[in-house]
């Protein structure tokens, strides 16, 4: 994969070449390219080297004497070396970036004042990056986790930034217990155990000990945090902003994005595993896919609540622990955001990135969601230490408007600012303050009466009706998915009280998976449902609602196993219906050396050079598998331990599984369980998800792979 990601730096060339937003305009001032062939080496204050692999020494042909302090270029080398690090993030340290687009088709200008949600004739470039949240920069794409989902919207009137998340509620409801959720989930402070993983004693003692935390502990339990990739799950801003428009009216708003491939996972064992296989499995995938052209687009949506209804539900708007549920505020869809630029350096963008909840542009204000207040002292307070004071500078946190003020100075500051005067009010009176006609911010003149206590209203005391909300509203495999998902983290905890415990939090929710995670993980089996259930369920929590109007093979990597004496007419026929229909083929044969069809002389000018080799890969890396026939090529496909383990994992991970002619006995021998039915036609089984055929039929292949990835259990 990586050789094909480099392959494509040419088409990525191309990509970049037109229609450059204001934002990568900006940073092409800043930007050098190495593949320039005029570039030399030079020191970091331009003497061009000569040599950058010998350290000056005194020394003659039979002779090596000691190194010499005096070379500056060395000892610079290393110097630079030396500090290449800086902190990671405390939390969201994994990521991936991209820059984009963001545009209107339609106007929210009876709730905001906002241009960059009114002025439909906008594009406001964007950069956004996705990250999981207990793992260290190094740790696993695909661990169970909350995905960060972080756009900063460089608009006309300054930066905006949707610091979200891809589960639309959180484990706590006040900014000050975030240290206390996180060093939970984090590894445990003697052994610093486990890396990347909520399945231990400390995660799930402080979900007992907060019952605020049910609601989202479902949600990170279900296939919600393990998604199959970042261009595959929604995006969610969390907490409650307000919007003014120019009547100087305020509404509460939460900010939502829905991606229009879907909102697709991984069953379990898949993501455990690639999290081995292949840790950067979602990084590779975002890359690929704007480097191929197919771009992530994700519908942008606004749920919005009238100031004076702000009482008027039974849960506090306020509370992060809860959503918005659809029926009774419909999310009203007004944009699209599309990635379609890969960065150019990690570091410098990806890494350099900063986000802060309180950057918000004009017609966008905060609420009194007491997480949110807590989070806009936090996020500047982190860059501050992580990328130090003048971290807007850096080329990927400048807006594209102008900035001018009289902050100054700190360490490396970049920006020049001439002038006599750095103070307001000043004998020039240059620089003021911007009138509101001018475009100012002006903050809402919220009326606020009350006593400095350490309380929150009394609807942020229920915490468990979402939860069950939540719970009722999967299907069946979705719920299936979040027993075995409790299954696992509790037999995860060797401290009885952690999981006994929480198995009778449970049994508030819902009592029939309290009684089988507890006989799972070896607790009491609770007889009775210790909370009155409501029964309700509502829409837009289950993943199945989210499948694309038109269903898409798009990007969905499929592999098709082939050995000498394949069947080249069903080869060539699958891969040309793949390949049109936006899907990515990979041959795969036991060497990557040539293999040739059945009639092709071995060695000759014909046979196809395969992509990987069956040990290069694994079955969990696509989403689909295909086996052409040609007797002899399928006859060295099952004498292959692992070309049948490729076709036996595929189908135990619910995948679609193609194949034709003398393949198909081989699939059937393979996939051979017990009760499953085979149509004698070679027909379609719906029920399995097997496409069985004489002949190539890409059509039915090609839904039966919708079939299988849109069903999220079926064995
Ligand atoms: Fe964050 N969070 N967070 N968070 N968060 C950070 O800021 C914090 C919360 C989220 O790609 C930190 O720059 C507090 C909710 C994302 O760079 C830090 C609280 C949501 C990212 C911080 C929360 C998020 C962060 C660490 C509780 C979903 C990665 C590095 C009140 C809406 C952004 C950094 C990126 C990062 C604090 C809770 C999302 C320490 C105090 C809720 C996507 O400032």
């Known amino acids: 994969m990586a050789s094909q990601i480099l392959g494509n730096m040419a088409e990525k060339a191309k990509t970049m070449a037109g229609g450059q937003s204001t934002k990568i305009a900006q940073l092409a001032a800043d930007t050098k390219d190495v593949h320039d062939k005029n570039w030399r080496i030079t020191s970091d204050f331009g003497v061009k080297q000569t040599n950058t692999d010998d350290w000056l020494k005194v020394a003659s042909e039979d002779r090596t004497g000691p190194s010499l302090l005096e070379d500056h270029f060395a000892r610079e080398k290393i110097h630079r070396f030396d500090h290449e690090r800086i902190p990671e993030r405390v939390v969201h340290a994994r990521g991936s970036g991209a820059f984009g687009k963001f545009t209107l088709f339609e106007s929210a200008a009876d709730v905001t004042s906002a241009g960059v949600l009114t002025d439909t004739s906008r594009e406001t470039p964007v950069f956004l990056r996705f990250s999981t949240v207990l793992g260290s920069r190094g740790s696993a794409d695909t661990?169970?986790?909350?995905?960060?989902?972080?756009?900063?919207?460089?608009?006309?009137?300054?930066?905006?930034?949707?610091?979200?998340?891809?589960?639309?509620?959180?484990?706590?409801?006040?900014?000050?217990?975030?240290?206390?959720?996180?060093?939970?989930?984090?590894?445990?402070?003697?052994?610093?155990?486990?890396?990347?993983?909520?399945?231990?004693?400390?995660?799930?003692?402080?979900?007992?000990?907060?019952?605020?935390?049910?609601?989202?502990f479902f949600w990170t339990m279900s296939d919600r945090s393990i998604p199959r990739s970042y261009r595959m799950m929604q995006g969610f801003g969390v907490n409650t902003f307000t919007l003014t428009n120019d009547k100087g009216e305020r509404s509460f708003v939460k900010f939502i994005f829905t991606p229009e491939l879907g909102v697709h996972s991984f069953v379990w064992d898949e993501a455990l595993k690639i999290a081995g296989q292949d840790p950067d499995f979602h990084r590779k995938d975002l890359w690929m896919a704007i480097d191929s052209g197919a771009y992530p687009?994700?519908?942008?949506?606004?749920?919005?609540?009238?100031?004076?209804?702000?009482?008027?539900?039974?849960?506090?708007?306020?509370?992060?622990?809860?959503?918005?549920?659809?029926?009774?505020?419909p999310i009203r869809y007004i944009g699209q955001l599309e990635l379609n630029r890969n960065p150019d350096e990690f570091f410098t963008q990806t890494?350099?990135?900063?986000?802060?909840?309180?950057?918000?542009?004009?017609?966008?204000?905060?609420?009194?969601?007491?997480?949110?207040?807590?989070?806009?002292?936090?996020?500047?307070?982190?860059?501050?230490?992580?990328?130090?004071?003048?971290?807007?500078?850096?080329?990927?946190?400048?807006?594209?408007?102008?900035?001018?003020?009289?902050?100054?100075?700190?360490?490396?500051?970049?920006?020049?600012?001439?002038?006599?005067?750095?103070?307001?009010?000043?004998?020039?009176?240059?620089?003021?303050?911007?009138?509101?006609?001018?475009?100012?911010?002006?903050?809402?003149?919220?009326?606020?009466?009350?006593?400095?206590?350490?309380?929150?209203?009394?609807?942020?005391?229920?915490?468990?009706?979402?939860?069950e909300l939540f719970y009722n509203s999967m299907s069946e495999p979705e719920k299936r998915h979040i027993k075995d998902a409790l299954a696992f983290e509790l037999d995860h905890c060797d401290d009885e009280v952690v999981y006994k415990r929480l198995c009778e939090r449970l049994c508030e929710i819902d009592l029939e998976l309290a009684q089988s995670v507890a006989e799972m993980v070896g607790a009491d089996i609770p007889q009775e449902q210790t909370r009155p259930k409501h029964n309700k369920k509502a829409k837009g929590l289950s993943q199945l609602e989210y499948m694309p109007a038109t269903p898409t093979i798009a990007t969905?990597?499929?592999?098709?196993?082939?050995?000498?004496?394949?069947?080249?007419?069903?080869?060539?026929?699958?891969?040309?219906?793949?390949?049109?229909?936006?899907?990515?083929?990979?041959?795969?044969?036991?060497?990557?050396?040539?293999?040739?069809?059945?009639?092709?002389?071995?060695?000759?000018?014909?046979?196809?050079?395969?992509?990987?080799?069956?040990?290069?890969?694994?079955?969990?890396?696509?989403?689909?598998?295909?086996?052409?026939?040609?007797?002899?090529?399928?006859?060295?496909?099952?004498?292959?331990?692992?070309?049948?383990?490729?076709?036996?994992?595929?189908?135990?991970?619910?995948?679609?599984?193609?194949?034709?002619?003398?393949?198909?006995?081989?699939?059937?021998?393979?996939?051979?369980?017990?009760?499953?039915?085979?149509?004698?036609?070679?027909?379609?089984?719906?029920s399995y998800g097997v496409v069985t055929a004489s002949q190539v039929q890409p059509e039915s292949f090609k839904e039966t792979v919708q079939m299988a990835k849109g069903a999220t259990d079926f064995v």
């Open 143 to 216: 661990v169970r986790d909350v995905r960060g989902f972080a756009v900063k919207f460089y608009t006309e009137e300054g930066n905006w930034d949707v610091v979200g998340n891809n589960i639309p509620v959180f484990f706590i409801q006040d900014a000050m217990k975030f240290p206390d959720v996180i060093h939970a989930g984090k590894p445990e402070p003697d052994c610093e155990v486990p890396q990347a993983q909520s399945a231990h004693n400390n995660f799930w003692d402080f979900q007992y000990m907060h019952p605020e935390a049910t609601h989202m």
């Open 297 to 329: 687009k994700w519908k942008f949506g606004i749920q919005v609540i009238p100031e004076a209804k702000e009482h008027d539900f039974d849960f506090d708007i306020l509370d992060a622990t809860k959503v918005w549920p659809e029926e009774l505020v």
């Open 351 to 467: 890494e350099q990135v900063a986000f802060c909840t309180s950057h918000i542009v004009p017609g966008i204000g905060f609420s009194n969601d007491p997480l949110l207040q807590g989070r806009n002292f936090s996020y500047q307070d982190t860059q501050l230490s992580r990328l130090g004071v003048n971290w807007q500078e850096l080329p990927i946190n400048k807006p594209v408007c102008p900035v001018m003020n009289f902050n100054r100075d700190g360490a490396m500051r970049h920006s020049i600012t001439k002038g006599k005067v750095n103070y307001w009010p000043n004998r020039f009176e240059t620089v003021p303050p911007a009138t509101a006609q001018e475009g100012g911010f002006v903050e809402f003149p919220e009326k606020v009466v009350g006593i400095k206590t350490r309380l929150q209203s009394k609807k942020f005391r229920e915490h468990k009706n979402q939860a």
């Open 556 to 686: 969905r990597m499929v592999a098709i196993l082939i050995a000498d004496g394949y069947d080249q007419v069903a080869y060539n026929g699958i891969k040309a219906a793949l390949t049109a229909a936006g899907a990515l083929p990979f041959t795969i044969s036991p060497r990557r050396n040539k293999i040739y069809a059945d009639g092709e002389e071995k060695g000759g000018s014909g046979g196809v050079v395969a992509d990987h080799h069956l040990e290069g890969q694994r079955s969990t890396m696509y989403d689909s598998v295909f086996v052409p026939g040609g007797a002899k090529s399928v006859e060295t496909l099952r004498k292959n331990g692992r070309a049948v383990h490729w076709v036996r994992e595929a189908f135990g991970h619910l995948k679609a599984i193609g194949a034709t002619g003398e393949a198909v006995a081989f699939i059937r021998q393979a996939v051979d369980l017990p009760g499953m039915q085979f149509s004698t036609a070679g027909d379609v089984v719906d």
